[in-house]
């Protein structure tokens, strides 16, 4: 079966409860070795984990369609800091050999740095939280940035935990005192942990947001790199920024890091002449990356070369795409990847889109609805 983000989780058991004071019988979870999670979702082979309208970490089981909060606590309310829940905060976990691993940041502090002036001091936390003994523990500290907040995307791959390091952009006055800073525009790394010995490794920074600025000018205020995910062997990043102000369009282009070699590619060598594209959907056999508007590029697993869509539909509902076998899914539209033919599915038309495969049915979840899904037959959809 095609997978959007790879795990292998196994759900044995799961019964819907949000009522406070009552827990959810959560799943014995186990893992292949894979797992990818971005502030969107967690879309593994037999459940999606989301974040919910009031930033509590959710669970759809896609067998019995059934919702439950990420809680295996008895009687928990969900409010205290022993509840993994409440740690969250309302972002997403990767999970392996039954657990969640999660990062939690430093409450950021404004110290003085070397030079006596004004600065900000960051931190963040990577923890393991144990679904049998519903016990949470410290991993590590990472000095100087934060992970959680924004999160860029977290990938665990066979025991290595890869991460974004994010520095947050910062202005400074004439007199290099620090004046304001967010989350965007900031240097951005991509690190590693070995969760067998918790070494971390600094492995490329991601993008350069001075030197883009250069060309784009507000591209030292806007720009943020985002994981997508893992394609033949490659980490896969979109980069985007502010392109211009008036008119509030962002630009984007794609990156990758080569797990076989440790190499990273994709940084644009002139910014007057960047190569625009974005990953939109990326599973185990298929990565999309939308080019342009109206323009989407299909690369399949073992084809060099990409299947060119074009059909304006793409520009106003890229962020639907699902890809499975040899269909692609944008909103409430169905491409034939062989033939490019199109067409509206009217199941789909009530502002519904494609977002998992589940044996022989496809989950569909509701445009600005959070939590509500429906199963639906194969036969069905695409008949």
Not at 11 to 36: H, L, N, R
Not at 135 to 154: F, P
Not at 184 to 207: F, M, R
Not at 335 to 342: G, H, P, R, Y
């Amino acid at each position: 079966m095609v997978k959007r983000s790879l795990i292998m989780l196994s759900i044995t058991a799961f019964c819907v409860c949000f009522m406070q004071g009552c827990s959810s019988a959560q799943p014995e979870m186990k893992s292949d070795g894979y797992s990818f999670g971005i502030g969107s979702g967690n879309y593994a082979d037999t459940f999606c984990c989301y974040r919910t309208k009031d930033r509590q970490t959710a669970v759809l089981d896609y067998d019995s369609m059934n919702t439950s909060l990420l809680c295996t606590k008895p009687n928990c309310n969900h409010t205290g800091d022993d509840c993994i829940v409440k740690r969250l905060n309302g972002n997403i976990p990767v999970f392996g050999d039954h657990c969640a691993y999660y990062f939690v940041d430093d409450e950021s502090k404004m110290v003085q740095n070397d030079e006596g002036k004004r600065d900000l001091l960051l931190g963040s936390n990577l923890y393991r939280y144990d679904f049998g003994t519903n016990q949470e523990e410290q991993l590590l500290h990472v000095d100087g940035a934060c992970v959680a907040e924004n999160c860029k995307g977290m990938m665990l791959d066979h025991g290595v935990l890869y991460f974004v390091e994010n520095k947050l952009g910062r202005s400074y006055d004439e007199e290099g005192i620090l004046s304001s800073y967010g989350s965007h525009g900031g240097e951005l790394s991509l690190h590693a942990v070995d969760l067998s010995d918790l070494k971390v490794q600094d492995l490329c920074a991601l993008y350069d947001p001075e030197d883009l600025g250069k060309t784009y000018p507000k591209a030292p205020f806007s720009g943020s790199v985002t994981m997508q995910g893992k394609y033949d062997n490659k980490i896969y990043f979109s980069v985007g920024f502010l392109m211009d102000e008036m008119t509030q369009e962002f630009g984007f282009y794609t990156t990758y890091y080569d797990l076989a070699d440790g190499s990273y590619h994709g940084t644009p060598e002139d910014y007057t002449k960047i190569d625009f594209g974005r990953v939109m959907f990326l599973s185990e056999n298929d990565l999309v990356i939308c080019r342009k508007k109206g323009e989407i590029a299909v690369y399949k697993k073992g084809s060099v070369e990409p299947i060119i869509l074009e059909d304006e539909y793409y520009f106003g509902y890229s962020s639907e795409i699902f890809a499975d076998d040899n269909v692609l899914f944008c909103a409430d539209k169905l491409f034939d990847l062989n033939t490019k033919e199109s067409r509206v599915l009217k199941v789909l038309e009530d502002e519904k889109h494609v977002i998992a495969k589940y044996g022989d049915d496809f989950i569909a979840a509701k445009r600005g609805d959070l939590g509500n899904y429906e199963k639906i037959s194969a036969n069905k959809l695409l008949k």
